[in-house]
């Protein structure tokens, strides 16, 4: 199976407080990309960061990070000092180079972040 | 590059109308996807087009769904009749050859099916 699980439905923390979102994926492909998208209330999906399978350094872009480890398969999303401004909905993606540029997006999870 | 453009952003309708919604591709990207998005089932990938060329459209709910791209610069997703159960998101998404890079996705539409 090829598959995406975001096993976090909703997150709720309050502003300041460190988070992570976790995302683990299935594929028979050894060359496969995997993506973050984030969904804020106004609807538009932003992409946050593409991974390829073949490098796994982690990766740190200011208050965000993230864990790419192949032999959980998992890609995981930190926020570091949560902000107000990170409420949306994050989406975690798997494109096996198979697909044929075809991306699989896992469920999502609702992250809140209360001031 | 303004991105990837559809429209209308909202569309209302009456059961039974014809409805299509519309999608301008980055220009030079050779793929092109619809997806739909609902609380229920998440995001889930329509169809997609390479070149013009449908190449999958297995997750098109059923024979009322119907997508087009005539020329490399639109794309056409057409329901008709429309259902209340179609009510949905839809988005429209494009990337360049190659399987590194990411989809740009369009600011969808927002239909709602009464």
């Known amino acids: 199976a090829q598959k995406v699980t975001q096993a976090q439905t909703e997150i709720s923390v309050v502003e300041k407080e460190d988070v992570t979102l976790d995302c683990v994926y299935e594929?028979?492909?050894?060359?496969?990309?995997l993506f973050w998208y984030k969904q804020p209330p106004s609807g538009e999906l932003v992409f946050l960061i593409r991974r390829n399978s073949f490098d796994e350094q982690n990766e740190i872009s200011g208050r965000y990070s993230w864990n790419f480890q192949k032999s959980t398969s998992s890609f995981n999303f930190t926020i570091t000092a949560s902000q107000v401004v990170d409420s949306a909905v994050y989406f975690c993606a798997l494109k096996p180079h198979s697909s044929a540029s075809k991306i699989i997006f896992g469920s999502g999870t609702r992250l809140s972040i209360r001031p | 590059d303004a991105g990837v453009i559809q429209s209308p952003r909202h569309e209302v309708t009456e059961m039974g109308q014809e409805v299509t919604l519309r999608c301008k591709p980055i220009s030079g990207h050779d793929y092109l996807f619809w997806y739909r998005q609902t609380m229920m089932r998440g995001l889930e990938l329509l169809i997609y087009f390479n070149n013009n060329v449908p190449i999958d459209d297995s997750g098109m709910p059923e024979d009322r769904f119907s997508a087009k791209m005539p020329n490399a610069s639109f794309s056409t997703l057409k329901i008709q009749p429309s259902e209340p159960r179609d009510s949905a998101v839809y988005f429209c998404a494009s990337n360049p050859s190659g399987g590194r890079t990411e989809a740009f996705f369009g600011q969808g539409t927002r239909l709602t099916v009464v």
């Open positions: 594929t028979r492909d050894t060359t496969y990309y």
